[in-house]
């Protein structure tokens, strides 16, 4: 037979208001003396379902943070260069161009329409990847027209 536990709980309401939008008696008295926010701080709604506040978006990160990131990035692309040069090809050669960032995009669209694969594999159908492509590359367009070369923009 299953053995039987008395177990007890309390539940315990942590509103800070009541069902007419006082401030709940106990709530204040609980809280006296600590950062909850004041009555007059707090804002209700007029009416309607209570909706919770935003919340704040992470901070990023300070200029000091951003500097050591863009110098570790820096040291790291020149050791990247160093290693491509002595492997003996030249650096300069595997830039990103503008160019080669569309020929990127049109292969990304291409394997996501499933006309490119890899060797063997079949083919990978992603068609809301492959419109967010086409849509990036009409975007593209977009903005930069008349501030093409000829080469850039064919």
């Keep these: 037979m299953a053995e ?5 709980f309390t539940v315990t309401d942590r509103r800070l208001f009541t069902a007419d ?10 809280q006296a ?7 007059a701080a707090v804002s209700q709604p007029a ?20 500097k050591v990131q863009a110098d570790a990035y820096r040291d790291s692309s020149a050791e990247m260069d160093r290693q491509v040069e002595a492997a003996g090809q030249s650096a300069k050669d595997l ?8 020929a990127s995009l049109y292969m990304t669209g291409m394997l996501q329409l499933g006309l490119m694969r890899e ?3 079949p083919p990978q ?28 923009q064919n």
Excluded at 4 to 8: A, I, L, V, W
Excluded at 49 to 62: F, M, N, R, V, Y
Excluded at 95 to 102: C, D, M
Aim: charged share 25%; aromatic share 2%.
């Design 4 to 8: 039987k536990r008395n177990e007890t």
């Design 21 to 30: 939008g006082e401030l709940r008696q106990e709530t204040s008295e609980q």
């Design 33 to 39: 003396g600590s950062t909850a926010p004041t009555p």
């Design 47 to 66: 009416a309607g379902p209570e909706k919770a506040p935003a919340p704040e978006p992470p901070q990023g990160p300070s200029v000091a943070e951003q």
């Design 95 to 102: 830039e990103i161009t503008f160019e080669r960032f569309l």
């Design 119 to 121: 060797q063997g594999g």
């Design 125 to 152: 159908l992603d068609l809301i990847g492959a419109r967010q492509t086409i849509d990036s590359l009409s975007l593209l367009a977009e903005k930069t027209k008349g501030n093409l070369t000829s080469v850039e």
